[in-house]
């Protein structure tokens, strides 16, 4: 499973509802979404030592997207947020970013009620995943030019049957076009990287949400900069630590324009 040399990482985001409603009926089930991160095994290296002393820093064994952002977490005395104000919320989360952002953000979403009007019967997920690879082979052409080393996809934990055998389907047709897409595997939420991409995930979400409510284009915020600065640009490395640094200003700035947590 390690025989690559670059590994995607990523996790898949609907709260639920998303991947098991396909006709988009349920609330909040109109933007499933598969994003994660890609990078080489040096940099994946490096995003854990970061990563890890994030977590340390706040006191932190693991994070969950949704554990954070759940107001009932926050207010019971187990949870290690307890007690946190708004500020120390933002910067935590924001040093979070600084540190996955330096990872090159890859993935898919559709708008269901749109991808249901047009009378396609099948399920959505053959949809977002054949969207996904193509969104990784532009990445390793923007990324790693003539690079040919090969890729390992590492999934979150997920139980959903026709959600893996959609995957594998996918990963089969994907890898007969291009062997570079070797193999794949599912690990542990606990891992550092599947962490990332589970923040990556929900912000992404969120953001999809809310375009699809409004029916207009939304700028990024601050937050999502921090999260998607290596997606359109050849990445510049060794910049975790500069970021990380920032992350305390740009979480008092999004604190006085009122961004929520």
Request: aromatic share 14%; net charge neutral.
């Amino acid at each position: 499973l390690f025989s690559g040399k670059i590994f995607v990482i990523l996790t898949a985001y609907a709260d639920e509802s998303g991947w098991h409603d396909p006709a988009a009926i349920e609330p909040a089930s109109q933007a499933p979404v598969f994003w994660g991160y890609i990078d080489t095994i040096e940099e994946w290296s490096l995003f854990c030592d970061h990563w890890q002393l994030v977590l340390d820093k706040y006191d932190v064994e693991v994070f969950h997207a949704k554990k954070f952002h759940r107001n009932a977490v926050k207010h019971h005395s187990r949870s290690p947020y307890y007690g946190w104000n708004d500020r120390k919320r933002r910067e935590f989360i924001f040093e979070l970013a600084a540190v996955a952002g330096n990872q090159v953000p890859v993935g898919s979403y559709i708008n269901l009620k749109e991808f249901v009007a047009t009378g396609e019967t099948g399920h959505p997920h053959p949809h977002v995943f054949d969207c996904f690879f193509k969104n990784v082979q532009s990445a390793l052409s923007l990324h790693w030019p003539g690079n040919t080393d090969p890729i390992t996809f590492f999934l979150d934990q997920n139980s959903q049957r026709g959600w893996k055998h959609a995957f594998m389907d996918e990963f089969s047709k994907w890898h007969q076009k291009n062997p570079r897409f070797h193999t794949h595997g599912y690990v542990n939420s606990k891992e550092l990287p599947i962490q990332a991409a589970d923040l990556l995930c929900y912000i992404v979400r969120k953001g999809a949400l809310k375009r699809l409510e409004s029916g207009k284009p939304k700028d990024a915020t601050l937050l999502e900069e921090f999260l998607y600065r290596n997606s359109e640009l050849p990445k510049k490395k060794g910049q975790t630590k500069a970021w990380r640094d920032s992350a305390p200003a740009a979480a008092e700035r999004m604190l006085k324009e009122g961004f929520q947590i």
